[in-house]
C-alpha cells in the first residue's frame, strides 16, 4: 500500500491550502483516513481524521478552520485548510488504516509528507 500525498506548499496568513492523499494497492476497504503534522522541534500530532462513515474529529486549535474529507471510491482524503496561521507551519503526513482483506487486520499506512509554510 502506498500513499501519496500533494497539496502543501507557502502561503501568507489568512489563506488557504488544499492537501490531498490518494492511497493505492492491496486496499480492501479504509477504516480511517487522516492527517498528521510534525514541526521543527515538536513530536508529530493529530490534526484531523474521518472514519468511512464520515465521522470525523479535530485538533482543537484547527477547529472551524480546517475540513476533513474522503472519497471512498477514489482512496483519498482531502485536508481543506482556511485561515492559515504562522503556527501551522509543518510537515503533514497522511495515515490510512488499511485492511488487505475482509477479516484482515488492519494496519497504518503513512505518506511521505507534504511541507506547509504559512509567513509574510
Known amino acids: 500500500v502506498q500513499l501519496q500525498a500533494s497539496g502543501g506548499g507557502l502561503v501568507e496568513p489568512g489563506g488557504s491550502l488544499r492537501l490531498s492523499c490518494t492511497a493505492s494497492g492491496s486496499i480492501f476497504s479504509i477504516d480511517v483516513m487522516g492527517w498528521y503534522r510534525q514541526a521543527p522541534g515538536k513530536q508529530r500530532e493529530l490534526v484531523a481524521v474521518?472514519?468511512?462513515?464520515?465521522?470525523?474529529n479535530y485538533l482543537d486549535s484547527v477547529k472551524g478552520r480546517f475540513t476533513i474529507s474522503r472519497d471512498n471510491a477514489k482512496n483519498t482524503v482531502y485536508l481543506q485548510m482556511n485561515s492559515l496561521k504562522p503556527e501551522d507551519t509543518a510537515v503533514y503526513y497522511c495515515?490510512?488504516?488499511?485492511?488487505?482483506?475482509?477479516?484482515?487486520?488492519?494496519?497504518?499506512?503513512w505518506g511521505q509528507g507534504t511541507q506547509v509554510t504559512v509567513s509574510s
Open positions: 474521518i472514519a468511512s462513515a464520515s465521522s470525523s
Open positions: 495515515m490510512s488504516r488499511v485492511r488487505k482483506s475482509l477479516l484482515g487486520r488492519p494496519d497504518d499506512y
